[in-house]
């Protein structure tokens, strides 16, 4: 082979290496990022890798798929709507499981990873649910593991402090017996809108809370700050075709740089900013509000798509909406939420990992909320 023809190759070789480079680093979807700030809304990866920050790149890429929407039909009433209505009183107990495993937590005045008991909580509804996944066996034996499990740390317990020889539930239960509640809270408008909004717990419904067109704007800005997913799920063109206008060839890995597009001046004033408001005008799937007049009139709203679309879009996109919902309000709705400075900033500091964040630890200290008149009145 001929220098000539060596050289020929080291830019593919570099580009190829270079996002290799920083996917194993977990910077891939910052670096993703930075080369559409500085070449524009599409731009070339690799010499077979397109990116696209554009919003009708989402119609272009994933708006066509047949076959997979014959599938989609089998499966789609299994997570509907009505069938998570007719599951709601299941999914509410996992979540009074929530509040009471917290509110246990609140009075030793610990601070708690909120990620983790998130995670338990959206896992736990989701075995349920989809409980043909788990066997009865699997099922036996995990009720006889916790059964014996508990009546071990029940005898413990029932002992208290040992003196001659201190153990492991020595120190829990002497930390148990020494915690306090601190009496700091926090005010906030999230509180005073969800409690004002609701008047007794059983209103915390599906059907009711996803009235609160400003709960979701919450919601959307937050997905939109902070997407679950930085890149959106990569195809291949099989057969020639345009993407925003330009044709791409057969064989092209083309791709939505999903952080890239949500943060970009290109797409959204302020990209930085938390601006629910941006989302309370015309924009698409939140009617119901007069003509926007926050200044964000002319944000790009139609390149946001958390669940993805088309045919191979999120199918659990109603239960995580629905989860987030009644999570968010039951929260709200029990406790004070404090946030814990070493939170401060620094949790948004993540690696990114085969397009999902690697989340280091949330902490937060949570105060039940003392109501002097019945469920939604007055409190203190």
Known sequence: MSLWLVLATLPTLLSVCTVLYHWLRGNLPFYIARV??????????????????????????????????????????????????????????????LVGVLSREAKTGR????????????????????????????????????????????????????????????????????????????????????????????????????????????????????????????????????????????????????????????????PLEFVPERWLGNAPGYSGYENDHSGYENDRRQVFEPFSTGPRNCIGKSLAMHEMRLIACKMLWHFDIILCDESHGAWFKQKCFWALWSKPPLWIKVKPVNRIDGEGGEMH
């Not at 915690?179 to 008047?199: C, D, H, P, W």
């Open 111 to 270: 601070r708690i990873d909120i990620v983790r008991f998130y995670n338990c909580t959206t896992f736990d509804i989701i075995g349920y649910i989809a409980h043909f996944f788990l066997s009865k066996n699997l099922k036996k034996a995990l009720a006889k593991n916790v059964a014996y499990t508990a009546d071990r740390v029940r005898k413990r317990m029932d002992r208290g402090t040992v003196t001659n020889r201190a153990d492991f539930w020595t120190l829990v239960l002497s930390e148990h017996e020494s915690g306090s509640v601190s009496l700091e809270q926090m005010k906030s408008n999230a509180y005073l809108f969800i409690r004002s909004m609701i008047t007794k717990e059983d209103d915390l419904t599906i059907e009711i809370i996803q009235r609160l067109k400003y709960l979701d704007a919450c919601f959307a800005e937050s997905m939109r700050i902070y997407p679950s997913t930085s890149v959106g799920p990569p195809r291949v063109v099989v057969s020639a075709g345009t993407i925003c206008g330009n044709v791409i060839p057969v064989g092209t890995r083309v791709s939505i740089g999903i952080l890239s597009a949500y943060r970009s001046p290109e797409n959204f004033k302020n």
């Open 36 to 97: 559409h700030a500085r070449y524009g809304t599409q731009v070339r990866l690799s010499p077979n890798r397109l990116s696209f920050i554009e919003p009708e790149a989402w119609q272009d890429i994933h708006g066509h798929d047949e076959r997979h929407r014959k599938m989609r039909k089998i499966f789609a009433p299994g997570i509907s709507d009505r069938a998570l209505k007719a599951q709601e009183d299941l999914i509410r107990a996992h979540l009074d499981k």
